[in-house]
Each structure stands twice: as C-alpha cells, then as structure tokens.
C-alpha cells in the first residue's frame, strides 16, 4: 500500500502542481489586462483633462464674444440715432430754408441764383454719401 499511497501523493502533487500552473497563467493573463486597463484609464483621464481645459476655455471665448456683441450691438444703436439726429436735424434746415424762402424775398433771390457747375457737382457726387442733397 505504501506504493498506492505515494502513486496518489504523486498525482495529487502533480494536480496540485497543474493547478497552481494553471492558476498562475490565468493571473499572469488578467494581470496583464489590468495593466492594459489601467493604462487606458490614464490616458482616458489624460484626454478628459485636456477636452475640459479646451471647454473652459471655449466657455471664456464664448463669453467674451457674447459681451463684444453687446458692445457691437451698442455701438449700432448709437450710431443709428446718432443718424436719425441729423436726418432730423438737416430735414429741420432744409424745412427751414424753405419756409424762409417763401417769405423773405432777400433769401429767395439768393436761394434762386444759379449754383455754379463745380459746387452742383460737389452736392450731387454720391461716392463719398452715398446720399444726394434733394435740394
């Protein structure tokens, strides 16, 4: 029996030894997958960083072109009204200049005395107004 029992200690060795061979291959293979993984979390990581930084910074653009439109859009309205001062302004002039034409013969004589070709010019060129005076 002594060999019986050192044939079954053998074979119990040898599964032994075949299971702890095979338990360290699965170890060795998914150690080698987390490291793969861990690798990849890192650089996941790495370009979760950089893609915030760029959202931030885009967020920031995003900001400072919101505020340059409210300034744009300012600078419209002023200038808009600062155009319909003068259209007011010339239109009361040139109302004015008309009133007082019919009523001082002083200034219709003036107001009816020919424009010389040069100044006629000057008034109706258009290329720097892109407006001519009606009168």
Known sequence: ?????????????GVLVAGASCGYS??????AEYKRLQTELELAE??????????RSNVELIRDLQEQRKRDFD???????ATQQIREAVNAT??????????NEEVRAYLDLPIPDDL????N???????????
């Open 125 to 135: 060129d258009t290329s720097s107004t892109g407006t001519t005076d009606p009168n």
């Open 94 to 103: 040139n109302s004015a200049i008309r009133q007082l034409g019919a009523t």
């Open 26 to 31: 699965k170890y060795k293979r998914l150690e």
């Open 46 to 55: 790495a370009r979760l960083a950089v893609a915030e930084e760029v959202n």
């Open 1 to 13: 029996m002594s060999t019986v029992k050192l044939v079954l200690t053998l074979v119990a060795a």
């Open 75 to 81: 600078a419209i309205q002023s200038l808009l009204e």
């Open 120 to 123: 006629r010019r000057l008034l």
